[in-house]
């Protein structure tokens, strides 16, 4: 039974940092990726990352989030600097492949973890 658990996030004021991790059991995947979700705002992925390292992020995080992952220990983690309030979302860890330049979702999905960035 595959099993994702997120840790992190919490309350941080705009410009700081915060780092979620991801701890993925049951199975191996080639790639892992972060999507978040706003109140009333679709889910959407923010980052992912191949089992090679190679990293693809949206437009709006890119410079100021890194993902990385640890495959000896099948974790994938999120670094958020620059925070700013669009960021306030439930983050989600995923698992999926890399299919030529595209990152194919799996249905796994951590429980979420609340990111909230005040002004």
């Known amino acids: 039974q595959v099993q994702l658990v997120e840790s992190g996030g919490g309350l941080v004021q705009a410009g700081g940092s915060l780092s979620l991790s991801c701890a993925v059991s049951g199975s191996t995947f080639n790639a892992m990726a972060w999507y978040r979700q706003a109140p009333g705002k679709q889910r959407e992925r923010v980052a992912c990352?191949?089992?090679?390292?190679?990293?693809k992020y949206t437009d709006s995080v890119k410079g100021r989030f890194t993902v990385s992952r640890d495959n000896g220990k099948n974790e994938v983690y999120l670094q958020m600097n620059s925070l700013k309030p669009e960021d306030t979302a439930v983050y989600y860890c995923?698992?999926?492949?890399?299919?030529?330049?595209?990152?194919?979702?799996?249905?796994?999905w951590g429980q979420g973890t609340q990111v909230t960035v005040s002004t």
């Open positions: 990352i191949s089992s090679g390292g190679n990293t």
């Open positions: 995923n698992v999926g492949q890399i299919r030529g330049p595209l990152y194919v979702s799996r249905d796994y």
